[in-house]
């Protein structure tokens, strides 16, 4: 069994038993039915000028889902640049059960995301790389994909997407009541306001610690003063994972689209990668470019690069398979063929052949950069911890 599978079994079970601890979760459950779920939301009339007006406000709508219905779910529209769509178009949304309903859940789970995938004609891209993140031990939502409709008017495929919620972060950390930061667009840790976090152990204070650390001329000070707010073994495998995947839309190319939580034990901030829906892509470099700051600041180090440089050997060995991850793409494509029609059957195989292309490029290209990093004698760590 590959090494990637196996990683990845070890978390699931691991979740498994942490939502056994409390409440049921039956989010294990819905994202391994193995099809496709088909969602209706309804909005009273009243509720659309709203979304017209401001996207982003919740209104109360109701959701049907398998025979289940649920009502007043907070619901508000998403997306960013060359995704955002209105809510008379094809719009992706946010939809938070127990925003007007105290615990209401959905499959156990507060919040979730539908996303258009205006940008992934596959609606796959997330989801592969989502798998790998976890697989290499990073704290990632779930991904699938759903059939929606918005007041009976069918609106198509979407990505279904598990929200960063009190039950995702209860699986991943030890507790939910950490602080928790959205960065918003292109912004680095210096810029998050004391509002983007939940109430819990850390505040920006810490972050402005973590962003002095990262700027220490002293660069024999610098690795230990970053790990002493930051969890540095997770990071280098966050930023390693970026480099595999291809996030070229990510935070140590373009610090965008990730997440920070303050994990309250052992009190370190822990980065996530969201928004990959255009992964493999060619162009992403290897190395940091500048833009994520803790990124670059870690590989100027040299003993800091040394980490890096052996994690991507590492994690290319252990959770890449191009097999595997050809057959999550046709696991997916027999679970959607059902729901599309002869249309959107020829445009989604298009879609996922150039797909798969694309995975075995970025395959050939990482190979090449593990080349000449072995070449250079820089893949052996120092001591095991850090494997």
Same mark, same amino acid.
Request: hydrophobic share 40%; glycine share 8%.
């Given at each position: 069994?590959?090494?990637?599978?196996?990683?990845?079994?070890?978390?699931?079970?691991?979740?498994?038993?942490?939502?056994?601890?409390?409440?049921?979760?039956?989010?294990?459950?819905?994202?391994?039915?193995?099809?496709?779920?088909?969602?209706?939301?309804?909005?009273?009339?009243?509720?659309?000028?709203?979304?017209?007006?401001?996207?982003?406000?919740?209104?109360?709508?109701?959701?049907?889902?398998?025979?289940?219905?649920?009502?007043?779910?907070?619901?508000?529209?998403?997306?960013?640049?060359?995704?955002?769509?209105?809510?008379?178009?094809?719009?992706?949304?946010?939809?938070?059960?127990?925003?007007?309903?105290?615990?209401?859940?959905?499959?156990?789970?507060? @919040?979730?995301?539908?996303?258009?995938? $205006?940008?992934? =004609?596959?609606?796959?891209? &997330?989801? *592969?790389? !989502?798998? +790998?993140? %976890?697989?290499?031990?990073?704290?990632?939502?779930?991904?699938?994909?759903?059939?929606?409709?918005?007041?009976?008017?069918?609106?198509?495929?979407?990505?279904?997407?598990?929200?960063?919620?009190?039950?995702?972060?209860?699986?991943?950390?030890?507790?939910?009541?950490?602080?928790?930061?959205?960065?918003?667009?292109?912004?680095?840790?210096?810029?998050?306001?004391?509002?983007?976090?939940?109430?819990?152990? @850390?505040?920006?204070?810490?972050?402005? $610690?973590?962003? =002095?650390?990262?700027?220490? &001329?002293? *660069?024999? !000070?610098? +690795?230990? %003063?970053?790990?002493?707010?930051?969890?540095?073994?997770?990071?280098?495998?966050?930023?390693?994972?970026?480099?595999?995947?291809?996030?070229?839309?990510?935070?140590?190319?373009?610090?965008?689209?990730?997440?920070?939580?303050?994990?309250?034990?052992?009190?370190?901030?822990?980065?996530?990668?969201?928004?990959?829906?255009?992964?493999?892509?060619?162009?992403?470099?290897?190395?940091?470019?500048?833009?994520?700051?803790?990124?670059?600041?870690?590989?100027?180090?040299?003993?800091?690069?040394?980490?890096?440089?052996?994690?991507?050997?590492?994690?290319?060995?252990?959770?890449?398979?191009?097999?595997?991850?050809?057959?999550?793409?046709?696991?997916?494509?027999?679970?959607?063929?059902?729901?599309?029609?002869?249309?959107?059957?020829?445009?989604?195989?298009?879609?996922?052949?150039?797909?798969?292309?694309?995975?075995?490029?970025?395959?050939?290209?990482?190979?090449?950069?593990?080349?000449?990093?072995?070449?250079?004698?820089?893949?052996?760590?120092?001591?095991?911890?850090?494997?």
């Amino acid at each position: 069994m590959p090494g990637w599978v196996c990683l990845l079994l070890a978390l699931v079970t691991r979740g498994a038993c942490a939502a056994g601890a409390g409440e049921p979760d039956g989010s294990a459950a819905f994202f391994a039915a193995g099809k496709v779920a088909r969602i209706e939301i309804v909005l009273a009339a009243e509720a659309l000028p709203v979304l017209r007006r401001d996207p982003h406000e919740y209104v109360r709508g109701t959701l049907r889902e398998g025979g289940a219905v649920f009502k007043e779910v907070g619901v508000h529209l998403k997306g960013g640049l060359g995704t955002f769509q209105s809510v008379d178009e094809k719009p992706s949304f946010t939809l938070n059960f127990d925003k007007f309903t105290k615990e209401q859940k959905f499959h156990g789970m507060d @919040k979730v995301h539908l996303n258009n995938a $205006a940008e992934d =004609d596959s609606l796959l891209m &997330e989801q *592969l790389a !989502a798998d +790998l993140f %976890r697989a290499a031990g990073v704290p990632c939502p779930r991904v699938t994909q759903a059939r929606v409709s918005l007041n009976g008017r069918d609106l198509g495929m979407y990505v279904f997407k598990e929200g960063f919620d009190g039950t995702f972060l209860r699986r991943h950390f030890q507790g939910s009541d950490g602080g928790f930061y959205d960065p918003g667009l292109s912004h680095d840790i210096n810029e998050l306001k004391p509002k983007a976090s939940r109430a819990g152990a @850390k505040t920006t204070g810490d972050l402005k $610690a973590l962003w =002095d650390a990262a700027h220490d &001329e002293d *660069l024999g !000070a610098r +690795l230990r %003063r970053m790990g002493e707010t930051l969890d540095v073994e997770r990071f280098v495998t966050f930023i390693a994972m970026e480099a595999l995947v291809g996030h070229d839309d990510g935070y140590m190319v373009n610090r965008n689209n990730y997440r920070i939580y303050s994990d309250p034990e052992p009190k370190r901030f822990v980065f996530m990668p969201t928004g990959m829906d255009q992964v493999f892509a060619e162009e992403c470099p290897f190395y940091p470019n500048g833009a994520g700051v803790l990124a670059q600041a870690l590989v100027d180090v040299p003993e800091g690069k040394r980490m890096y440089e052996a994690r991507l050997v590492e994690l290319f060995k252990k959770v890449w398979s191009v097999p595997e991850l050809e057959k999550t793409i046709v696991r997916v494509q027999r679970q959607i063929r059902p729901v599309l029609s002869p249309e959107e059957i020829e445009a989604h195989t298009k879609a996922v052949e150039n797909l798969k292309e694309m995975i075995r490029t970025q395959t050939r290209r990482i190979e090449k950069q593990v080349a000449i990093i072995k070449r250079a004698g820089a893949a052996k760590p120092k001591n095991k911890k850090a494997e």
